[in-house]
């Protein structure tokens, strides 16, 4: 009897009886003994064909088996069996005898036939009751056993359950904290086309990011630049500015100049439960609609912003941000910096194909105070429109101006053409002399290219990398984006116009230029490596200020990111 080859196959017949220990701690733990009936009779069934095991007929182990483990292998046994004699289930016990009936008549004997030749020696094998009745005394045997069965295969049905969503989650997360950011250098002419006008910018950004729980997101940045990174697009004004003490030193007005700053540093997680909303904590970036009262894309603020989706179940999004603005460009410094409070909301009606939002700007820089709106519909798959209105009520130092009985902006895209290999949007703004919203798209990023400039001359990244949005100015025009073989190529035509002479000592009072052009090559050339080549010019008014000149650039970029 081949007893070894039996332990190895019922080892495998309970598939996942290794994990016992772990689920079915409740279950016997005592094993069979060698010589007990049970590997007798399973041996004869494996010797008809009735085999157990894994689905691919492989067996490892020797061992003897606990009575839990038996149990597992009896409980399969039963399923194959049903399905070899499908027609018939296995013998009860037999009834009681029932009573004798009367004896019959004898037949005649037949003659006696001659012996026939012995043969060899066989082996017997069980026939259909024989098999029956092991399958019977086997399961009478490990009955207890198989009660327990269904309890402990539901459990480890709910585990594996159980699992598989933890590695769907696992699989779904973001990878954990990582590194991103860039780094720009460009060179080029400014000005005039000419070696007596060149310039260069070196200017990197560099961070982490990424999941340091479940829900909480965490993102760190810094940002250095080696050249001035103002803090008012228009400059100066006499008697203007956001009405703090400034900063002492060379830079009261803004950053760079080989310095180094903090960008972000914030954590965003959800609440759930009575009230699920998105959280964000700490130094952030944040916009509304197109930007015209609410974008702090040139220096993030340290608040909290709160953002609840389909608010009462009315498709309404609401957006509330509590900060402090700060006027302190510098991140380290043996004196404090100035600031105040800052408080602005959102309410916005989201719908398929369009959206309309309200927003309020209760105490901005200075105590500024702002309202306004933004729309956005969707004219075909790509092609939008998107609007936004804004009225300010007050000036970061001082109330509204007594002479005018509104300030107010007003910025309008369209896109007329939206494909895979054309995009071409017509953009319109017009912005009062007296609107000036600290932080907005009036004052976005950009870093100074000519150092050397006309005073009236719109600085080139102020328009070419940032919509054309200035106090004192209303200007059409449209930007182009397609390709040229596989090379992408982006233009920008726009035509500014002062709305008054109201600021003559401003630093954009007349409108010298108004005509500005703009075209960038892109060329990637190695993974996160692009480079790109633009030429821009603005060209001169006709009623010009006497001794003004139109300007040039061209210059060439080289972008690295990771």
């Not at 046994?77 to 037999?94: C, F, Q, S």
């Not at 976005?444 to 719109?458: C, M, V």
Request: hydrophobic share 40%; glycine share 10%; with cysteine.
């Amino acid at each position: 009897m081949r007893k070894t080859h039996l332990l190895v196959l019922m080892s495998v017949l309970v598939g996942l009886s290794a994990g016992h220990a772990a689920w079915g701690q409740e279950g016997p733990i005592q094993t069979v003994p060698f010589d007990h009936w049970a590997y007798d009779a399973v041996d004869q069934l494996c010797e008809i064909g009735i085999t157990i095991g894994y689905p691919d007929g492989t067996y490892d182990g020797e061992r003897r088996l606990t009575r839990y483990e038996f149990a597992m292998a009896i409980s399969r046994l039963l399923d194959m069996y049903a399905i070899m004699w499908p027609k018939g289930g296995i013998d009860g016990k037999p009834g009681a005898k029932g009573a004798d009936g009367p004896e019959g008549p004898k037949g005649p004997a037949g003659d006696a036939g001659s012996p026939g030749k012995p043969g060899p020696d066989g082996v017997g094998q069980p026939g259909e009751t024989e098999i029956a009745h092991i399958v019977e005394k086997l399961t009478i045997e490990f009955c207890p056993e198989f009660m327990r069965l269904p309890g402990d295969v539901a459990a480890l049905q709910e585990k594996v359950e159980r699992i598989a969503q933890r590695v769907t989650v696992i699989e779904a997360r973001k990878p954990d904290i990582e590194p991103f950011g860039w780094l720009s250098y460009r060179i080029g002419f400014a000005g005039d086309v000419n070696f007596g006008s060149e310039f260069d910018n070196l200017s990197a950004r560099v961070g982490v990011q990424g999941n340091v729980t479940d829900d909480a997101f965490l993102r760190i940045s810094f940002r250095w630049a080696d050249e001035y990174v103002p803090l008012s697009v228009v400059g100066y004004d006499i008697g203007e500015g956001p009405g703090f003490m400034n900063t002492p030193g060379n830079r009261p007005y803004g950053f760079g100049g080989n310095d180094l700053w903090l960008e972000e540093a914030y954590v965003k997680f959800p609440t759930r439960g009575s009230f699920h909303a998105n959280w964000t904590i700490g130094r952030q970036f944040f916009c509304y609609g197109m930007g015209l009262m609410v974008n702090n894309e040139r220096r993030g603020l340290a608040g909290i912003r709160l953002q609840k989706e389909d608010l009462f179940g009315t498709h309404l999004d609401f957006d509330f941000i509590a900060a402090g603005a700060s006027y302190d460009w510098l991140p380290a410094r043996p004196f404090p910096g100035q600031g105040d409070g800052y408080v602005a909301a959102r309410l916005a009606y989201q719908r398929p194909k369009w959206s309309l939002a309200f927003n309020a700007l209760p105490d901005g820089t200075g105590n500024e105070i702002v309202y306004g709106a933004d729309f956005k519909y969707r004219l075909a798959h790509d092609k939008y429109l998107c609007a936004e209105y804004a009225r300010q009520n007050r000036h970061a130092n001082r109330a509204r101006y007594p002479f005018k009985s509104v300030d107010d902006a007003v910025a309008l895209t369209v896109d007329l053409v939206a494909t895979d290999d054309l995009c071409l949007t017509y953009y319109y703004s017009n912005i009062d002399a007296e609107y000036d919203v600290v932080y907005s798209s009036l004052h976005p990023y950009y870093e100074t290219t000519q150092l050397s400039r006309p005073g009236n001359l719109i600085p080139w990244d102020r328009w070419l990398k940032n919509p054309f949005a200035i106090t004192n100015f209303k200007c059409h025009g449209a930007y182009l984006s397609t390709h040229i073989g596989d090379t992408p190529i982006s233009l920008v035509y726009l035509r500014p116009k002062a709305v008054s002479d109201w600021w003559l000592l401003s630093q954009f009072a007349n409108d010298d230029y108004d005509t500005l052009f703009g075209i960038t090559l892109s060329r990637e050339i190695a993974r996160g490596l692009d480079i790109h080549l633009t030429y821009a010019r603005q060209d001169l008014a006709s009623d010009a200020t006497p001794g003004a000149k139109s300007q040039e650039m061209l210059r060439a970029e080289c972008a690295i990111g990771f």
